[in-house]
């Protein structure tokens, strides 16, 4: 079958692997443009994300919805946090390093610094679309570690109030992103 811009994602949900390859050669540009943007500094990830964005959409597919944006952006989007993932994942390694390594370290110190600010203005973009209350109760959970116990206990909500208040917050930070996705087109 002849894997054309009108049935790729069609033969995708099929898993054709022609309609990867389609993928490859017309929208890798776009993946590989995201992923170095941001691992700019991380060379070494870049060849590894490509493939992990790859799986992904070959395994996600059937999550795209050409109504709520461009598959493009769709992409984009796979890309962009399969790298925020990468970039997590260097920070968590540099932690965990011995203490032998101290002048790597500090060397990539400026960089932990970068990549670390870069992470923590697109949370600031993604937690935004949240009310203030609600925004406290995910800096609690994700950014704090904090157990729902304990976050019950600082706020004063039940646990089933929390896990409703997160679910609807999850929610509303895909709809706001996937808006703003389709609309850059």
């Not at 993928?23 to 590989?32: A, P, R």
Request: with cysteine.
């Amino acid at each position: 079958m002849q894997i054309t811009e009108d049935n790729f994602i069609e033969q995708l949900k099929n898993k054709n692997e022609k309609a990867l390859e389609h993928v490859i050669d017309n929208y890798g540009w776009i993946l590989k443009s995201v992923i170095k943007k941001h691992l700019f500094y991380l060379p070494d990830y870049h060849e590894e994300c490509l493939n992990d964005c790859l799986m992904s959409i070959w395994e996600n597919i059937s999550y795209y919805d050409p109504k709520k944006s461009s598959f493009k952006n769709w992409i984009g989007g796979v890309a962009k946090y399969k790298a925020i993932n990468y970039v997590r994942k260097y920070l968590r390694d540099l932690e965990n390093e011995n203490i032998e390594n101290v002048t790597v370290i500090t060397e990539d110190n400026a960089l932990s610094q970068v990549l670390s600010k870069e992470i923590s203005l697109e949370t600031k973009k993604m937690l935004e679309c949240l009310s203030e209350e609600d925004r406290e109760i995910f800096m609690k959970l994700y950014f704090e570690e904090k157990n729902m116990d304990e976050i019950s206990c600082d706020t004063g909500l039940a646990k089933p109030v929390l896990y409703n208040r997160l679910s609807r917050g999850r929610k509303k930070m895909r709809e706001a992103f996937s808006l703003k996705g389709g609309s850059s087109q």
